[in-house]
């Protein structure tokens, strides 16, 4: 199996916790993700310590508290795929968070570096940009979470669903060189949920020299690991793909730079977001 997808737990750990990824375990500087599922009545908290945290209702309703704020009764969908917004909660460093299961959840929690500069606050589906992008076979839709244009230190969150047949994160794009303002350094992770569940998705993971050109196969529950390079998604016939992107870096902005092979597969203007 390629090192580039980490494989959920089978059971849950005593925490709920079902995938975890770390920057030690990663082998990088700034993105941590996780997966959690709570019963009825079940309890997750956690201090954020020098981290900020994003937490993102996958399924279920919960409540949720910080330090200082309480938000009741949260959580709008059961399912991803019902595609509605989620719920999610930014928790900035130097804060903690509990979260309390009203019914069967699944979370994710994102974290990267923090500097505390932000207030705890709820995103609710409301204030969740969503939009059609790409046309055709690379049509998918996109719910920005967190986006650029939206207060955090680090962290920049996206969900995206790509229908069967179609293609995402396309044209190829890479966002690996501290070269700003054309291009960010930003670590990303992938988080994929598929319908049906015994589906996969298609991700290949390259770079220009070569040193890294890996196509791999992902099943739901899944995450993949994008350390450097271009890594365009495929969606099979007859499966829905959904992917939760985190991103971070040592600088907050989220500027690409497509595969030049591809590149005039790409609208005009060109500089327009690529997940």
């Known amino acids: 199996m390629s090192d580039l997808i980490v494989k959920p737990s089978q059971i849950p750990d005593a925490e709920g916790n079902l995938l975890r990824i770390t920057p030690e375990s990663a082998g990088w500087e700034h993105v941590g993700f996780e997966v959690y599922t709570l ?18 209702l996958l399924g279920g309703k919960a ?21 509605i917004p989620p719920y999610s909660v930014y928790v900035p460093s130097g804060d903690s968070f509990a979260i309390t299961a009203l019914t069967e959840l699944r979370i994710a929690v994102c974290w990267a570096p923090g500097k505390g500069s932000q207030p705890a606050r709820l995103i609710a589906p409301g204030q969740v940009g969503v939009e059609l992008r790409g046309q055709g076979s690379t049509e998918r839709l ?3 979470i967190l986006p650029e244009s939206e207060a955090a230190d680090s962290l920049l969150v996206v969900e995206v669903f790509t229908p069967g047949g179609h293609w995402s994160s396309y044209p190829p794009h890479k966002h690996d060189r501290n070269f ?3 291009e960010s350094l930003l670590e990303e992770t992938y988080y994929y949920q598929v319908q049906p569940e015994q589906g996969f998705a298609v991700q290949r993971v390259y770079t ?3 040193s890294l050109n890996e196509t791999l196969s992902v ?20 499966y829905e793909v959904y992917y939760l992107n985190v991103m971070a870096g ?5 500027k690409f730079y497509n595969d030049p092979n591809h590149a005039w597969l790409m609208p005009k203007p060109a500089n327009l977001p690529g997940v």
Request: aromatic share 6%; glycine share 12%; charged share 25%.
């Open 39 to 56: 019963g009825r009545g079940e309890r997750l908290s956690r201090p954020t310590g020098s981290q900020e945290a994003c937490i993102v």
């Open 63 to 83: 409540d949720v508290s910080t330090d200082k704020l309480e938000w009741k009764q949260i959580g709008g969908r059961m399912s991803v795929f019902e595609k």
């Open 142 to 144: 996109i719910h920005n």
């Open 180 to 182: 700003l303002p054309e």
């Open 208 to 210: 220009d020299d070569g």
């Open 219 to 238: 099943a739901s529950g899944e995450a993949v690991l994008v350390p450097r390079g271009y890594h365009p998604v495929s969606a099979p016939p007859g």
């Open 250 to 254: 040592p600088v907050r902005a989220w």
